[in-house]
């Protein structure tokens, strides 16, 4: 796994329907600016920017990181992005992170965006080639089919998506920067909302925002110094992994992915973690409509194949339960698509360096259990995951 | 499951290109991006709704043109205060330059013109802009041009019509109603991206296949997997596919979404859209349901396709309307599950 690295610094905008009132350099310089703070740095201490973001057609500027470099204090500096759909904001963190574990440098700047708000996240993936048919319209009209293939295969009862929607609304209500708060929200009101890709209701589905996050990642020796500079603790990287598969493959498991079950395996052997649900002490994994909450927790091998919908009808995955899923309440509170990804990576070293203010998992806070971020994209076949912890691995 | 053997057409993958099979593919946002401008962009392009060029002042003393939000070497914010904007030209000094001989229809001059880099008096950058000079010969590096401002501005860099040759100052119309307008924050980017995309070989044998009604796959050789869409290789040996077969076009809803989000291009809502298994066929292809209400549609349903009348059919997988059910009985979820 090459060098340790650290999580020194993590810095979020508000997440919010429009953020008229900037530029997108404005947007991502707001996250950076505090992520900066956050670990007592200036851009002048920085070696390297990475920056992600999701598909160009999102807002229409093709080589974002070229015009980002000013805002993000990247002059004379490497600079590049990184594109792997929606789990790029993970892959971003991570390809930051390999600078450091690679030795290359001591201090990454990492940011991940969207703005949604200048576009139409469902117009740009409902674009067909003139030789085909435009069948599927949006993210939820690919997905649609898939969780009617989980609830059938698992034989789970129609309410489970339901109470990952509220129970992910009410953490929200805890996280000053989530996107969606709805006090009040309950099963009945889910049920209420129209079904927009049947089995997935409108409030059973991710809000599209804007907004950007960033993290600091750095050296052994720049987390030392950050920590004697801010009195901060900082996450550690004890696993990191990307795997991907093609979309479609005859045999592929579309519903329960091979890429994302050899991904946690591959992260929870190097963090030697042999029991996720007893070893992680929270979990910000990629849930943009939810059904896919209990479709990862098998996936992820917090449950057995068919019981992830038991793990969320029991509460266990409900933040005062004994593994909280998404206590920041998730993609389906706030979902700037390119950096939805990082943020579940940035949630989860927050909850680890005991810095998740409200929605902060008091067993993730003594430092003694690991939390993982995950983020997931395209039509279920790119994948990036890590496990943090408070001690150095 | 019980299936209907495959018919194998043993010929070469190759097949004849025809001459043009080019066709239009267009992306272009409905009504462009709205794009937010943030403070700085927003007070320039608000100067030159005003009839007036401003730059923003660096910490070191330089005036940058256009303005940027932060400052390219230190990264420091800029223009925060009113102090940090001069209004510079609106004559300059063209630093560089290129001819147009050949005008494109989306230029905003009709006939050859210039686009030249223009440092304006007061600036230490240049903006890109174009220089009407009438002729190739008249345009030099050094020279001195002004801008020509349009009547009707919006806050926009075409609110400058184009440069022209000579000190200038030019006249600035005056804009209606222009004190009260608000500041600008918002601007609406169209952008438009044309392709001329190939079908390609494989493809094109399929749409070949279409337009009689046939539906047409590839076999692996190394897996054996038939594939329907046709692969050019398969996806899990990578292999060249080199072995066509004809498919029928019955098989199995394995599972599907009904869709009532409504968008430009796709069906009226509510439609099914789903995973049909053909039958011979290693996956499920992506297509419409129909001839059916949504609420009887049933993971495991036999279907089969629907085509467009013979006389009105195109070289299209459009030729393929859609699956209706057949009213055989549904398949049994553990024969179909693994395809799913």
């Given amino acids: ?393 | 499951m019980t299936q209907t053997s495959p018919s194998i057409t043993q010929t070469s993958p190759a097949m004849t290109q025809t001459s043009d099979d080019r066709a239009l593919h267009v992306l272009e946002f409905p009504g462009g991006y709205t794009r937010s401008t943030g403070p700085v962009i927003g007070r320039f392009l608000t100067g030159l709704r005003a009839g007036r060029l401003l730059g923003v002042r660096t910490p070191d003393g330089k005036v940058l043109v256009p303005p940027t939000e932060y400052d390219p070497r230190t990264a420091a914010a800029l223009g925060a205060a009113d102090d940090d904007w001069t209004e510079v030209g609106p004559a300059g000094t063209v630093t560089t330059w290129t001819w147009v001989a050949d005008p494109r229809p989306d230029h905003r001059l009709d006939r050859p013109f210039a686009w030249a880099l223009i440092r304006p008096d007061g600036a230490d950058t240049a903006l890109l802009h174009a220089v009407d000079a009438g002729s190739k010969a008249a345009m030099t590096t050094g020279m001195r041009v002004h801008p020509t401002w349009r009547a009707e501005r919006t806050g926009s860099i075409k609110d400058i019509a184009c440069f022209v040759p000579g000190e200038g100052p030019g006249e600035v119309p005056a804009l209606e109603n222009e004190s009260e307008l608000e500041p600008v924050s918002l601007v609406t980017i169209p952008s438009r991206l044309e392709y001329r995309l190939r079908p390609g070989n494989i493809w094109n044998h399929f749409i070949d296949g279409m337009a009689r009604g046939q539906i047409r796959g590839t076999r692996c050789t190394t897996c054996g997997k038939v594939y329907v869409p046709p692969r050019g290789a398969c996806p899990a040996d990578g292999l060249p596919a080199t072995e066509w077969v004809d498919l029928p076009d019955t098989g199995v809803l394995t599972t599907f979404a009904v869709n009532n989000v409504p968008a430009a291009g796709a069906p009226e809502v509510p439609f099914i859209s789903g995973y049909v298994l053909l039958d011979g066929a290693d996956i499920a292809m992506l297509a419409l349901v129909s001839d059916v209400p949504w609420q009887d549609v049933r993971m495991g349903m036999r279907v089969k396709g629907v085509w467009v009348p013979e006389a009105e059919r195109t070289r299209s997988v459009k030729n393929l309307r859609w699956f209706a059910p057949t009213g055989e009985p549904d398949v049994p979820f553990e024969r179909f599950e693994e395809y799913v």
């Fill in chain 1, 1 to 393: 796994m090459g060098n340790p690295c650290a999580v020194i610094g993590v810095g979020q905008t508000e997440y919010r329907a429009k953020r008229t009132d900037v530029s997108l350099a404005g947007l991502v310089r707001e996250a950076a600016l505090r992520a900066l703070a956050d670990a007592g740095l200036t851009f002048a201490d920085i070696d390297s920017v990475v920056v992600g973001k999701a598909p160009d057609m999102f807002e229409g500027v093709a080589t974002p990181e070229l015009y980002l470099a000013d805002a993000l204090g990247a002059a004379g500096k490497p600079m590049m992005r990184v594109h792997t759909a929606g789990s790029v904001g993970g892959s971003t963190a991570l390809v930051a992170a390999s600078q450091v574990q690679a030795g290359r440098h001591d201090r990454v700047l990492a940011v991940a965006f969207e703005k949604q708000s200048e576009s139409n996240a469902t117009w740009a993936l409902s674009t067909h080639s003139p030789f085909s048919a435009s069948l599927v319209v949006g993210a939820g009209g690919y997905f649609a089919p898939y969780i009617r293939a989980y609830i059938r295969r698992s034989g789970a009862p129609a309410n489970i998506g339901m109470m990952v929607a509220v129970k992910d609304r009410i953490n929200a209500l805890r996280n000053p920067y989530a996107h969606l708060k709805i006090p009040g929200i309950d099963l009945e009101l889910v049920e209420k909302s129209m079904m927009l890709w049947d089995p997935i209701r409108y409030l059973e589905t991710c809000p599209s925002s804007d907004g950007a996050v960033a993290m600091v990642l750095g050296s052994e020796r720049a987390a030392a110094a950050s920590a004697a500079a801010t009195g901060g603790r900082p996450a550690w990287v004890h696993g990191a992994a990307m795997r991907s598969e093609p979309m479609g493959m005859a045999g592929r498991d579309s519903v329960d992915p091979r890429a994302g079950r050899d991904c946690a395996a591959d992260v929870y052997r190097q963090a030697g973690v042999t029991e996720p649900r007893r070893q992680f002490a929270a979990a910000e994994v990629y849930v943009p409509f939810s059904w896919y909450e209990p479709m990862w927790l098998e996936n992820l091998g917090f449950a057995d194949k068919g019981a992830g919908w038991k793990l969320t009808e029991s509460g266990a995955t409900a933040f005062d339960g004994d593994i909280p899923w998404n206590p920041s309440g998730g993609v389906l509170s706030s979902n700037p698509i390119g950096a939805s990804g990082m943020i579940r990576f940035a949630e989860a070293a927050q909850q680890v360096r005991g810095q998740a203010g409200e929605h902060q998992v008091a067993a993730a806070a003594d430092g003694s259990r690991l939390a993982l971020g995950h983020a997931y994209g395209g039509g279920s076949q790119f994948f990036a995951m890590w496990a943090v912890g408070a001690a150095k691995p």
